[in-house]
């Protein structure tokens, strides 16, 4: 009995699942922290400067959370109507935000208090940001109108209006002080130097553009709009690269890594995808439980935050490497610590190992002392950290090996019946685990047959379980007829194009 080996469970790899190194780099988040804001979350930006404080813009106020805060740190909250869009300057001491009302406010991070209000847009104003040269502001609104101000004078400097429907999305140039990118509702982008009076360059990009985004290059750009997500060399005067559509619903936000090397885009139908910079193929995908209008990645990635129709923002953290630390700096074994912390292990030494016991789960002590009947009760009663339909069929497959499972199965009451049926209709389809609880339903047939007819409960169970084996019987013939017939059909390709096997050898001498 000392040689006893307990059950082995048996694990099954998840079908269509692949590790790459992206899952295990976008995988390697906390449990996320759920905050409610007081509105759908429009805006999400992170300031430039440590700590990466982030500006949540949301109903009529803008929240300033630090990294590990689930409270406001500052609120900014002189709005009459809903604020749009607050973002940092480039040094984070500045924020500016557009608004419902039509103007434009720009706020020290330090007070509470606009320091300037930049009047001249007659309709919501959406978009706003700083150029690059840190003293002038771009603001675009529902209007159609495009504005460049002055941060010292509050004064407009140019206006552009040349978008034929609301002006919902915008970015800024990090490279040249003088371009901008605005997108719209008609369907185009269009790139502004505040050099010239027009727009330079115009790109279709076939829906109402809902996010834009330069690369930190500056000579390529993305856009988001309907289902699709687009990007187009600004050096090839606009030329599309690629077209993808991997949403079913429209896409509302962009963002890219710390790297530059992954694209996220954020949309309606709950999902985040990750994509490759290089492949434009999808690498990741997260999912959330409502419908997505802001994402935004902090310094190095470190933090993930989305923010929803929901009002609900979402913060995801990286996880750090604490056990390997700690495994670093834990002291030395005892063998080691009496010969010295230098000292070097040689051929002639006998290391004495401690035997190492093995703590056996309740099924296994219980099949050790042969009782089967506690040990298949003891497989569905298991613990949480353990439970799963592996632990419960590898316990059934053990109890038939040893010639043992009809009497485990045997003198049931009719709770206990039930949650055996319960197990077997679940589970009985699904081809990891068909061979064993096949002959499991067997086993309870030829046993409980006789008492048919004396429960409803049952009764009704073991018609639902003969319809499942019924199905799955017609399923399985209809998949042998298709591949019969593409058998067939391969067979007679075959013979249609036959191998030129003389044309080979002629070409290989």
Request: hydrophobic share 35%.
């Amino acid at each position: 009995m000392a040689n006893y080996k307990p059950v082995v469970i048996q694990s099954f790899p998840k079908l269509g699942e692949k590790v790459t190194k992206d899952t295990l780099y976008w995988k390697n988040y906390k449990a996320p922290i759920q905050i409610k804001e007081f509105g759908a979350v429009n805006k999400i930006d992170f300031s430039p400067i440590p700590p990466y404080n982030y500006a949540v813009t949301a109903s009529s106020r803008i929240h300033i959370y630090g990294r590990y805060s689930q409270e406001p740190i500052k609120t900014f909250s002189r709005f009459k109507d809903i604020a749009y869009c607050a973002t940092y300057r480039d040094d984070g001491n500045l924020l500016v935000a557009g608004c419902e009302e039509g103007s434009v406010r720009l706020f020290d991070i330090g007070g509470r208090a606009p320091l300037r209000q930049f009047e001249g847009h007659t309709k919501a104003v959406h978009v706003v940001g700083f150029l690059s040269d840190k003293y002038r502001i771009v603001s675009g609104a529902d209007d159609y109108t495009s504005k460049v101000w002055d941060v010292s004078s509050a004064s407009e400097i140019v206006s552009y209006k040349e978008h034929t429907d609301y002006v919902r999305c915008g970015c800024t140039s990090k490279l040249n002080a003088d371009i901008f990118v605005t997108g719209s509702y008609d369907h185009t982008v269009k790139v502004f130097d505040t050099r010239t009076e027009k727009s330079v360059m115009t790109i279709e990009h076939g829906q109402p553009v809902e996010s834009i985004n330069l690369f930190p290059s500056g000579g390529l750009l993305v856009t988001a709009g309907g289902r699709y997500v687009k990007v187009w060399d600004i050096l090839k005067g606009g030329q599309l690269l690629v077209s993808l559509r991997n949403h079913h619903k429209t896409v509302t936000c962009l963002c890219l890594s710390s790297s530059g090397q992954r694209l996220l885009s954020g949309s309606l139908d709950r999902h985040v995808k990750v994509y490759s910079t290089t492949s434009y193929k999808v690498v990741h995908s997260f999912n959330y439980d409502a419908s997505i209008l802001s994402l935004a990645l902090a310094p190095e990635d470190e933090m993930l935050v989305v923010g929803m129709t929901s009002g609900i923002l979402n913060v995801k953290h990286r996880k750090h490497e604490e056990r390997e630390a700690f495994h670093r700096k834990r002291r030395p074994a005892y063998r080691t610590f009496v010969k010295g912390r230098n000292y070097m292990p040689k051929q002639e030494d006998f290391f004495v190992s401690k035997p190492v016991r093995t703590h056996l789960k309740k099924y296994d002590k219980l099949l050790k002392s042969f009782q089967v009947s506690k040990a298949l009760d003891a497989a569905f009663q298991a613990p949480r950290k353990w439970k799963s339909p592996e632990v419960t069929v590898a316990v059934m497959h053990e109890l038939s090996r040893r010639g043992t499972l009809k009497n485990a199965l045997a003198g049931r009451d009719e709770k206990q019946l039930s949650l055996l049926l319960t197990f077997l209709i679940r589970h009985v389809t699904d081809t990891r685990f068909a061979p064993v609880l096949i002959n499991v339903a067997e086993v309870i047939i030829d046993i409980y047959m006789p008492v048919i007819g004396q429960s409803v409960v049952i009764d009704k169970q073991f018609v639902k379980l003969q319809n499942l084996v019924e199905k799955e019987i017609d399923y399985q013939q209809e998949l042998l007829e298709v591949l019969g017939m593409m058998d067939a059909l391969f067979a007679t390709m075959a013979r249609k194009n036959p191998t030129p096997l003389n044309e080979n050898k002629t070409d290989g001498l």
